[in-house]
């Protein structure tokens, strides 16, 4: 998407400007700017102004994204200390939302060049579903971990 910004009037960047970068609301925006809402109706349907604003939206999220991934470390960090806190309910939550990271693989994953996934462990049988019921029902013993190709 190649950008004109010599289409745009000075007003309509002036606009665009206020609401991205200087984190106005569109009508805070459009006031300061002595811009009626049926001029920005009609700027709106401008491809040129639109693709302005979509390349502002694209760059925004960008930053976001980059925030988040430089952010995500020490947040992952500091749920793992909450794992061990002695609140009970802290600890429950904390490891609730480390779960949900990792299946959700939020902010881990990038888009165009994903990470590979793990291929799915083979169909479990029932002669294989039976010995680990079996091991999970002993009684108050330590759990006998049978070698992979037991299972």
Known sequence: ????????GKR???VITDIFENALTETDALAKNHVSK????KWLDNPTFLDELDARFDQALRRSKFLIAHCLPL????LVQ???SEKDETARKACLDLISLQLSNA???????PLPRKELPAKLTPEKASKMLAILAEPDET???LPDNDL
């Open 1 to 8: 998407m190649k950008r004109d910004y010599c289409r745009l």
């Open 12 to 14: 309509q960047l002036a």
């Open 38 to 41: 049926w001029l920005y109706q």
């Open 75 to 78: 947040a992952v960090q500091r």
């Open 82 to 84: 909450l794992i061990v």
């Open 107 to 113: 902010g881990l994953q990038n888009s165009k060049n």
């Open 143 to 145: 759990p006998k971990y």
